[in-house]
């Protein structure tokens, strides 16, 4: 892949970043056996500002919709496989990124500094989820339901997070990124035509998901 700026990697490059660090230590604190369910909220909560805060300022430190972009790709499997692969799909479209479902997992397009928030947050919920989920008491349509429940939750307020960071930002600057983005996307997945990526709605997909779990199950809560 050339023209764009884009690295193809299991792991975006670079040196380890301060913030990054510090987001991944909050969700860690999130999924402590010891913390209350309030402490959970509030850890999430902060590393939802804290990553959504680090990519607008990423974005307009750039200054230019040319800023390098990453193609990273997740193999899933396991008899959940579905369920980690929509967390990761959804955390990666809550943070900007173009995500798009492949054989064997997901795929990730997007700036480098995003790309990179989005293997912290996904990696570091998804082990959430698997934590909370081995507890769940059900059959596995009951277990799907509690781990859909959590990622609709869970990237809602990422997308909270993200909408107050950027509505502090430039408009101009992060629509003409967005534009590039999705050019870009294009470029890479030409099968994936505009028609059909307008009407698939995965947000509203993982709404309905959370608003179903909430009225049947009534544990909807993160962790």
Same mark, same amino acid.
Not at 43 to 70: E, I, N, Q
Not at 77 to 83: E, K, M, N, T, V
């Given at each position: 892949m050339t023209g764009f700026g884009i690295t193809d990697e299991n792991t975006p490059k670079g040196p380890a970043n301060g913030i990054i660090a510090r987001i991944r230590a909050l969700l860690a604190k999130a999924a402590d056996d010891a913390a209350t369910d309030a402490?959970?909220?509030? %850890? &999430? @909560?902060? @590393?939802?500002?804290?990553?959504?805060?680090?990519?607008?300022?990423?974005?307009?430190?750039?200054?230019?919709?040319?800023?390098?972009? &990453?193609?990273?790709e997740y193999e899933v499997?396991?008899? %959940? *496989?579905?369920?980690a692969a929509e967390l990761i799909y959804y955390v990666a479209q809550a943070l900007g990124c173009r995500p798009i479902i492949i054989l064997g997992g997901v795929a990730v397009l997007g700036y480098t500094a995003d790309v990179q928030r989005c293997d912290t947050l996904a990696t570091c919920l998804g082990l959430q989820m698997n934590h909370g989920a081995v507890r769940v008491d059900g059959p596995d349509a009951v277990v799907s339901g509690w781990m859909q429940g959590f990622t609709a939750m869970a990237c809602k307020r990422l997308r909270e997070a993200e909408a107050r960071a950027r509505s502090l930002a430039d408009p101009d600057l992060l629509a003409k990124r967005a534009a590039h983005l999705d050019e870009v996307f294009g470029e890479e997945f030409p099968h994936?035509?505009?028609?059909?990526?307008?009407? %698939?709605?995965?947000? *509203?997909?993982?709404?309905?998901?959370?608003?179903?779990? &909430?009225?049947?199950?009534?544990?909807?809560?993160?962790?």
């Open positions: 402490e959970r909220d509030a %850890f &999430t @909560a902060k @590393a939802a500002d804290l990553s959504a805060k680090y990519g607008v300022d990423m974005a307009v430190a750039g200054g230019s919709a040319d800023d390098d972009m &990453t193609l990273k499997d396991g008899d %959940f *496989a579905r369920q994936i035509s505009n028609e059909k990526r307008r009407n %698939f709605n995965w947000a *509203a997909y993982g709404q309905g998901a959370n608003a179903a779990r &909430t009225a049947d199950i009534g544990q909807a809560r993160m962790g």
